[in-house]
């Protein structure tokens, strides 16, 4: 088994994450992991699609813990790390669209995956090019019993 599968064999045992803005009346709340788990994704695509600049409510979808490993390797650790990088990717502009397209979820206890493609269209400086990424990302059930991610791995 290769390093970045006993990873991801580990982070599923160990971690999960899909979350919200923690209120009262928050859907990851009330919401089986699956039902949170689009709603979280579907903000994360409206994050891209509003260009946000919101690092609170970029924070609010992952765990304090969480990993990002990005497709080129790039690793960011810890949420307000994330949400810093997010918002200087969407400062940028690059970014013109980001649509995610879930092919497997599972869930077991307070720890569910999912995993499928992204499609990204950056914008480039004679035209736009596309770009679609594999992902898995790990999700944990915080003690607010709200979904958060805790670690996402993308990968071309």
């Known amino acids: 088994m290769s ?3 006993s990873l991801l064999k580990c982070s599923l045992v160990c971690m999960l994450a899909l979350g919200s803005d923690g209120s009262a009346a928050s859907p990851g709340r009330s919401s089986a992991p699956r039902a949170a788990y689009d709603i979280q994704t579907r903000k994360l695509e409206a994050f891209f699609r509003s260009r946000t600049q919101d690092e609170a409510a970029l924070r609010s979808i992952y765990t304090r813990e969480a990993v990002l490993v990005e497709a080129d390797g790039n690793t960011i650790r810890g949420r307000d790390a994330i949400a810093r990088h997010f918002k200087q990717i969407l400062a940028g502009g ?3 669209s980001f649509k995610v397209t ?3 979820f599972r869930t077991q206890g307070q720890i569910s995956y ?3 493609f ?3 269209e950056v ?3 004679n035209a736009s090019r596309h770009y679609r990424n594999r992902f898995f ?3 944990r059930r915080g003690s607010d019993g709200v979904w958060r991610f805790d670690y ?3 990968a071309r």
Do not use: C, F
Request: proline fraction near 4%.
């Open 3 to 5: 390093a970045p599968q």
């Open 94 to 96: 690059a970014v013109l």
């Open 102 to 104: 879930t092919i497997t």
């Open 114 to 116: 999912a995993g499928g």
């Open 118 to 120: 992204e499609d990204i």
């Open 123 to 125: 914008k480039s400086v």
């Open 137 to 139: 990302d790990v999700l």
């Open 152 to 154: 996402i791995m993308e």
